[in-house]
Protein backbone atom coordinates (compact mmCIF):
# COMPACT_ATOMS: atom_id res chain seq x y z
CA UNK A 1 0.00 0.00 0.00
CA UNK A 2 1.27 3.50 -0.56
CA UNK A 3 1.49 5.71 2.23
CA UNK A 4 -0.53 8.24 2.41
CA UNK A 5 0.07 12.07 2.04
CA UNK A 6 0.22 12.98 5.71
CA UNK A 7 -0.44 16.58 6.49
CA UNK A 8 -1.23 16.05 9.79
CA UNK A 9 -0.57 18.85 12.77
CA UNK A 10 0.78 16.41 15.17
CA UNK A 11 1.97 14.09 16.31
CA UNK A 12 2.86 13.85 12.30
CA UNK A 13 5.04 12.56 9.56
CA UNK A 14 8.70 11.99 10.13
CA UNK A 15 11.15 10.06 7.84
CA UNK A 16 10.51 6.85 6.89
CA UNK A 17 13.37 5.37 7.36
CA UNK A 18 13.19 6.77 11.12
CA UNK A 19 10.15 4.70 10.97
CA UNK A 20 11.92 1.91 9.89
CA UNK A 21 15.03 1.60 11.94
CA UNK A 22 12.70 2.42 15.16
CA UNK A 23 10.47 -0.66 14.56
CA UNK A 24 13.80 -3.40 14.38
CA UNK A 25 14.98 -1.73 17.62
CA UNK A 26 12.01 -2.44 19.23
CA UNK A 27 12.85 -5.91 18.70
CA UNK A 28 16.39 -5.91 18.56
CA UNK A 29 18.44 -2.80 19.37
CA UNK A 30 21.91 -2.64 17.40
CA UNK A 31 22.63 -6.22 17.71
CA UNK A 32 21.95 -6.51 21.31
CA UNK A 33 18.96 -9.04 21.19
CA UNK A 34 17.18 -6.82 23.53
CA UNK A 35 14.18 -4.35 22.84
CA UNK A 36 14.98 -0.36 23.40
CA UNK A 37 11.62 -1.00 25.46
CA UNK A 38 13.50 -3.33 27.70
CA UNK A 39 16.32 -2.17 28.38
CA UNK A 40 17.61 0.06 31.54
CA UNK A 41 17.50 4.07 31.14
CA UNK A 42 20.61 3.64 33.22
CA UNK A 43 22.73 1.46 30.73
CA UNK A 44 25.36 2.28 28.81
CA UNK A 45 23.23 2.02 25.43
CA UNK A 46 20.69 4.20 26.20
CA UNK A 47 22.92 6.68 28.13
CA UNK A 48 24.32 6.82 24.37
CA UNK A 49 21.42 7.39 23.32
CA UNK A 50 20.40 10.28 25.46
CA UNK A 51 23.93 11.83 25.32
CA UNK A 52 23.39 11.71 21.52
CA UNK A 53 20.39 13.17 21.13
CA UNK A 54 21.18 16.06 23.41
CA UNK A 55 24.56 16.96 21.64
CA UNK A 56 23.08 16.85 18.25
CA UNK A 57 20.48 18.91 19.52
CA UNK A 58 22.43 21.59 20.02
CA UNK A 59 24.71 21.23 17.14
CA UNK A 60 21.94 21.41 15.04
CA UNK A 61 20.96 24.89 16.82
CA UNK A 62 24.36 25.70 16.36
CA UNK A 63 24.70 26.70 20.19
CA UNK A 64 27.80 24.35 20.84
CA UNK A 65 30.30 25.47 23.88
CA UNK A 66 27.92 28.83 24.06
CA UNK A 67 26.60 28.12 27.46
CA UNK A 68 23.58 26.12 26.67
CA UNK A 69 22.08 22.37 27.87
CA UNK A 70 19.99 20.45 25.83
CA UNK A 71 17.58 18.31 28.27
CA UNK A 72 14.71 15.93 27.08
CA UNK A 73 11.99 16.31 29.73
CA UNK A 74 8.34 14.85 29.53
CA UNK A 75 5.03 16.33 30.42
CA UNK A 76 4.74 18.12 26.58
CA UNK A 77 5.42 21.37 25.63
CA UNK A 78 2.30 22.54 27.88
CA UNK A 79 4.26 21.20 30.99
CA UNK A 80 6.79 23.87 30.26
CA UNK A 81 4.63 26.87 30.04
CA UNK A 82 4.33 26.43 34.05
CA UNK A 83 7.82 25.20 34.04
CA UNK A 84 9.09 28.24 32.38
CA UNK A 85 7.92 30.22 35.05
CA UNK A 86 8.44 28.03 37.94
CA UNK A 87 12.05 28.78 37.18
CA UNK A 88 12.06 32.05 35.72
CA UNK A 89 9.18 34.24 37.20
CA UNK A 90 10.35 36.44 40.13
CA UNK A 91 8.11 39.34 39.83
CA UNK A 92 6.86 40.28 36.41
CA UNK A 93 7.41 38.74 33.22
CA UNK A 94 6.01 39.35 29.54
CA UNK A 95 4.45 37.51 26.88
CA UNK A 96 3.08 37.99 23.49
CA UNK A 97 -0.04 36.73 22.16
CA UNK A 98 0.06 34.46 18.93
CA UNK A 99 -2.39 32.13 19.83
CA UNK A 100 -4.29 29.37 21.22
CA UNK A 101 -1.14 27.87 22.91
CA UNK A 102 0.44 31.55 23.74
CA UNK A 103 -2.51 32.51 25.69
CA UNK A 104 -2.33 28.62 27.34
CA UNK A 105 1.56 29.34 28.59
CA UNK A 106 -0.56 32.93 29.91
CA UNK A 107 -3.02 31.14 31.68
CA UNK A 108 -0.37 28.87 33.62
CA UNK A 109 2.87 31.78 34.10
CA UNK A 110 -0.32 33.86 35.94
CA UNK A 111 0.23 30.85 39.10
CA UNK A 112 3.63 32.54 39.57
CA UNK A 113 3.40 35.81 39.44
CA UNK A 114 2.68 38.82 36.92
CA UNK A 115 2.00 39.06 33.16
CA UNK A 116 2.26 41.60 31.67
CA UNK A 117 0.58 40.93 27.67
CA UNK A 118 3.13 43.11 25.67
CA UNK A 119 0.76 42.73 22.59
CA UNK A 120 -1.97 40.33 21.29
CA UNK A 121 -3.66 39.38 17.80
CA UNK A 122 -6.95 37.88 19.82
CA UNK A 123 -9.14 40.45 18.28
CA UNK A 124 -8.49 39.23 14.99
CA UNK A 125 -8.72 35.63 15.76
CA UNK A 126 -5.05 35.46 15.89
CA UNK A 127 -4.92 36.02 11.77
CA UNK A 128 -1.20 37.95 12.00
CA UNK A 129 1.68 38.84 14.53
CA UNK A 130 1.84 41.78 16.19
CA UNK A 131 4.79 44.38 15.29
CA UNK A 132 5.73 47.60 16.70
CA UNK A 133 5.01 46.96 20.43
CA UNK A 134 7.73 48.47 23.52
CA UNK A 135 9.14 46.07 25.71
CA UNK A 136 9.39 47.93 29.32
CA UNK A 137 12.59 47.27 31.11
CA UNK A 138 12.90 45.15 34.13
CA UNK A 139 10.96 42.36 32.90
CA UNK A 140 12.35 38.68 34.20
CA UNK A 141 11.69 37.08 30.98
CA UNK A 142 9.75 37.75 27.71
CA UNK A 143 8.19 35.10 26.20
CA UNK A 144 7.37 33.84 22.71
CA UNK A 145 5.54 31.40 20.16
CA UNK A 146 7.97 31.54 17.01
CA UNK A 147 5.35 29.26 14.88
CA UNK A 148 1.63 29.41 15.29
CA UNK A 149 0.76 25.70 14.63
CA UNK A 150 -3.33 26.49 14.57
CA UNK A 151 -3.61 29.71 12.67
CA UNK A 152 -0.80 29.54 10.65
CA UNK A 153 1.31 32.05 11.54
CA UNK A 154 4.90 32.06 12.23
CA UNK A 155 7.42 35.61 13.53
CA UNK A 156 9.90 36.42 10.91
CA UNK A 157 11.77 38.38 13.35
CA UNK A 158 12.39 38.43 16.84
CA UNK A 159 12.48 41.28 19.66
CA UNK A 160 16.08 42.37 20.37
CA UNK A 161 16.52 42.44 24.31
CA UNK A 162 19.40 43.71 25.99
CA UNK A 163 19.34 42.71 29.48
CA UNK A 164 15.82 40.75 29.57
CA UNK A 165 16.44 36.54 28.74
CA UNK A 166 13.83 35.29 25.49
CA UNK A 167 11.90 32.21 26.21
CA UNK A 168 10.19 30.98 22.93
CA UNK A 169 7.82 28.43 22.40
CA UNK A 170 9.07 26.53 19.41
CA UNK A 171 7.18 23.28 19.45
CA UNK A 172 6.26 23.47 15.56
CA UNK A 173 9.08 24.67 13.88
CA UNK A 174 12.12 23.71 15.51
CA UNK A 175 14.66 22.88 13.38
CA UNK A 176 12.90 23.80 9.97
CA UNK A 177 14.99 27.16 9.56
CA UNK A 178 18.03 28.72 10.08
CA UNK A 179 17.61 31.54 12.21
CA UNK A 180 20.38 32.54 15.27
CA UNK A 181 19.16 30.65 18.39
CA UNK A 182 21.65 32.19 20.11
CA UNK A 183 19.25 35.16 20.66
CA UNK A 184 16.90 33.10 22.92
CA UNK A 185 17.90 31.80 26.69
CA UNK A 186 15.83 29.26 26.40
CA UNK A 187 14.21 27.45 23.80
CA UNK A 188 11.10 24.07 24.52
CA UNK A 189 9.78 21.82 22.17
CA UNK A 190 7.59 19.21 22.35
CA UNK A 191 9.01 16.47 20.43
CA UNK A 192 5.59 15.40 18.32
CA UNK A 193 5.88 18.18 15.91
CA UNK A 194 9.41 18.19 13.80
CA UNK A 195 11.21 15.84 16.02
CA UNK A 196 9.82 12.65 17.35
CA UNK A 197 6.96 10.66 18.45
CA UNK A 198 4.95 12.36 21.45
CA UNK A 199 6.18 11.76 24.96
CA UNK A 200 9.71 13.97 24.92
CA UNK A 201 10.06 17.91 24.98
CA UNK A 202 13.68 19.64 24.26
CA UNK A 203 14.38 22.19 26.41
CA UNK A 204 17.73 24.32 25.39
CA UNK A 205 18.71 26.56 28.12
CA UNK A 206 20.74 29.07 28.38
CA UNK A 207 22.41 28.02 32.44
CA UNK A 208 23.23 31.67 33.58
CA UNK A 209 19.54 32.88 33.54
CA UNK A 210 18.38 29.80 36.08
CA UNK A 211 19.46 30.42 39.78
CA UNK A 212 17.74 33.49 40.24
CA UNK A 213 14.25 32.91 41.51
CA UNK A 214 13.49 32.48 45.26
CA UNK A 215 10.73 30.26 45.53
CA UNK A 216 11.60 26.32 45.91
CA UNK A 217 11.11 24.47 42.93
CA UNK A 218 10.10 20.84 43.03
CA UNK A 219 12.66 18.39 41.53
CA UNK A 220 10.54 17.20 38.39
CA UNK A 221 10.41 21.23 37.69
CA UNK A 222 13.41 21.90 38.37
CA UNK A 223 15.51 22.72 35.08
CA UNK A 224 18.96 22.83 37.43
CA UNK A 225 18.66 19.33 38.82
CA UNK A 226 17.75 17.97 35.35
CA UNK A 227 21.16 19.88 34.18
CA UNK A 228 22.80 18.25 37.03
CA UNK A 229 21.70 14.74 36.54
CA UNK A 230 21.95 14.93 32.42
CA UNK A 231 18.58 14.51 32.10
CA UNK A 232 18.30 10.93 33.91
CA UNK A 233 16.64 12.60 37.45
CA UNK A 234 13.64 9.73 36.85
CA UNK A 235 13.07 7.25 33.66
CA UNK A 236 13.56 9.79 30.67
CA UNK A 237 10.62 8.78 27.87
CA UNK A 238 13.67 6.41 26.62
CA UNK A 239 11.25 5.74 23.34
CA UNK A 240 10.28 8.99 22.50
CA UNK A 241 14.22 10.39 22.89
CA UNK A 242 15.45 7.36 21.15
CA UNK A 243 13.13 7.96 17.93
CA UNK A 244 14.33 11.90 18.10
CA UNK A 245 18.00 11.11 18.27
CA UNK A 246 17.64 8.87 14.90
CA UNK A 247 15.75 12.14 13.49
CA UNK A 248 17.86 14.22 14.27
CA UNK A 249 20.31 11.97 13.20
CA UNK A 250 18.57 12.02 10.09
CA UNK A 251 18.54 15.68 10.05
CA UNK A 252 22.55 15.76 10.36
CA UNK A 253 22.65 13.54 7.46
CA UNK A 254 20.31 15.90 5.53
CA UNK A 255 22.21 19.11 5.77
CA UNK A 256 20.90 20.61 8.70
CA UNK A 257 18.99 23.69 9.30
CA UNK A 258 19.48 25.10 6.07
CA UNK A 259 18.54 22.43 4.02
CA UNK A 260 15.33 21.59 5.48
CA UNK A 261 14.89 25.64 5.27
CA UNK A 262 15.37 25.65 1.31
CA UNK A 263 12.99 22.51 1.04
CA UNK A 264 10.72 24.13 3.51
CA UNK A 265 10.59 27.21 1.96
CA UNK A 266 9.80 25.75 -1.81
CA UNK A 267 6.84 23.78 -0.14
CA UNK A 268 5.63 27.02 1.50
CA UNK A 269 5.88 29.29 -1.92
CA UNK A 270 3.91 26.24 -3.45
CA UNK A 271 0.76 25.92 -1.89
CA UNK A 272 0.60 29.28 -1.10
CA UNK A 273 1.02 30.29 -4.50
CA UNK A 274 -1.70 27.86 -5.72
CA UNK A 275 -4.26 29.68 -2.47
CA UNK A 276 -3.78 32.75 -3.83
CA UNK A 277 -4.16 31.50 -7.56
CA UNK A 278 -7.18 29.44 -6.97
CA UNK A 279 -10.70 31.30 -7.34
CA UNK A 280 -12.29 29.11 -4.53
CA UNK A 281 -9.67 29.33 -2.04
CA UNK A 282 -8.18 32.26 0.22
CA UNK A 283 -5.37 32.07 2.75
CA UNK A 284 -6.40 32.61 6.55
CA UNK A 285 -3.65 34.92 7.85
CA UNK A 286 -1.65 38.35 6.87
CA UNK A 287 0.35 37.23 3.88
CA UNK A 288 3.46 38.74 6.17
CA UNK A 289 3.20 36.49 8.70
CA UNK A 290 2.25 33.17 6.96
CA UNK A 291 3.67 30.05 8.42
CA UNK A 292 6.30 27.70 6.37
CA UNK A 293 5.22 24.85 8.47
CA UNK A 294 1.54 25.18 8.21
CA UNK A 295 -0.33 26.59 6.04
CA UNK A 296 -4.23 27.40 6.47
CA UNK A 297 -6.71 28.61 4.27
CA UNK A 298 -10.48 28.00 3.81
CA UNK A 299 -13.55 27.45 0.58
CA UNK A 300 -14.56 30.73 0.04
CA UNK A 301 -18.21 29.01 -0.32
CA UNK A 302 -18.23 26.70 2.07
CA UNK A 303 -21.57 24.99 0.58
CA UNK A 304 -18.86 23.45 -1.79
CA UNK A 305 -16.82 21.90 1.47
CA UNK A 306 -18.35 18.06 1.43
CA UNK A 307 -16.89 17.70 -2.54
CA UNK A 308 -13.57 18.82 -1.77
CA UNK A 309 -12.96 17.19 1.42
CA UNK A 310 -13.99 14.01 -0.55
CA UNK A 311 -11.80 14.64 -3.47
CA UNK A 312 -8.53 14.85 -1.03
CA UNK A 313 -9.62 12.04 0.63
CA UNK A 314 -9.87 9.81 -2.67
CA UNK A 315 -6.47 11.29 -3.25
CA UNK A 316 -4.68 9.39 -0.16
CA UNK A 317 -4.47 12.84 1.38
CA UNK A 318 -4.43 12.61 5.42
CA UNK A 319 -5.01 15.09 8.24
CA UNK A 320 -5.59 18.39 6.39
CA UNK A 321 -8.66 19.58 8.43
CA UNK A 322 -8.05 22.99 10.52
CA UNK A 323 -8.17 22.90 13.90
CA UNK A 324 -11.83 23.60 15.44
CA UNK A 325 -11.21 27.00 16.15
CA UNK A 326 -10.30 28.13 12.77
CA UNK A 327 -11.87 25.72 10.19
CA UNK A 328 -11.21 25.30 6.67
CA UNK A 329 -8.18 23.59 5.73
CA UNK A 330 -4.39 23.37 7.32
CA UNK A 331 -1.49 21.49 5.56
CA UNK A 332 1.75 21.19 7.92
CA UNK A 333 4.45 20.91 5.79
CA UNK A 334 7.04 19.55 8.76
CA UNK A 335 10.43 18.59 7.50
CA UNK A 336 9.88 14.61 6.97
CA UNK A 337 6.92 16.06 4.51
CA UNK A 338 8.24 15.52 0.28
CA UNK A 339 7.52 18.15 -2.13
CA UNK A 340 5.98 15.94 -4.16
CA UNK A 341 2.92 15.67 -1.45
CA UNK A 342 2.30 19.20 -1.38
CA UNK A 343 2.08 19.13 -5.43
CA UNK A 344 -0.54 16.20 -5.00
CA UNK A 345 -2.05 18.18 -2.78
CA UNK A 346 -1.85 21.57 -5.35
CA UNK A 347 -2.52 19.26 -8.13
CA UNK A 348 -6.14 18.54 -6.17
CA UNK A 349 -7.00 21.98 -5.50
CA UNK A 350 -6.09 22.82 -9.36
CA UNK A 351 -7.97 19.74 -10.32
CA UNK A 352 -11.31 21.16 -8.28
CA UNK A 353 -11.45 24.61 -9.34
CA UNK A 354 -11.31 22.95 -13.32
CA UNK A 355 -14.23 20.36 -12.00
CA UNK A 356 -16.51 22.90 -10.20
C1 LIG B 1 1.31 21.46 19.96
C2 LIG B 1 1.83 22.67 20.60
C3 LIG B 1 1.85 22.82 21.99
C4 LIG B 1 1.31 21.77 22.93
O1 LIG B 1 2.14 20.67 22.96
P1 LIG B 1 1.90 19.46 23.96
O2 LIG B 1 3.18 18.70 23.79
O3 LIG B 1 0.70 18.73 23.47
O4 LIG B 1 1.73 19.99 25.32
C5 LIG B 1 2.40 23.97 22.51
N1 LIG B 1 2.88 24.93 21.71
C6 LIG B 1 2.86 24.83 20.38
C7 LIG B 1 3.40 25.94 19.54
C8 LIG B 1 2.33 23.70 19.77
O5 LIG B 1 2.31 23.60 18.43
Given at each position: MERPHNFSAGPCILPLEVFEKASQSVIDLDGSGLSILEISHRSSAFVEVIEKARSLALEQLNLNNKGYKALFMQGGASMQFLMTAYNLLQKKAGYLDTGTWSANAI?????????????????????????????????????????????????????????????????????????DFSQFDLIYAGAQKNMGPAGATLIVVKEEILGKVSRNIPSMMNYELFIKKKSMFNTPPVFSVYVSMLTLEWLARNGGVSAMEKKNQAKADLIYSEIDRNSL????????????????????????????????????????????????????????????SVKVLVDVMKHFEKTI
Open positions: KEARNFGEIEVIASSKDSNYTYIPKNYTIPEGLDYLHCTSNNTIFGTQMKSFPHLKETPLVCDMSSDIFSRNIFEGFTAKEDRSMMNATFTLKNKVLTPKFDELWKSANINGLNGHRSVGGYRASMYNALSIE
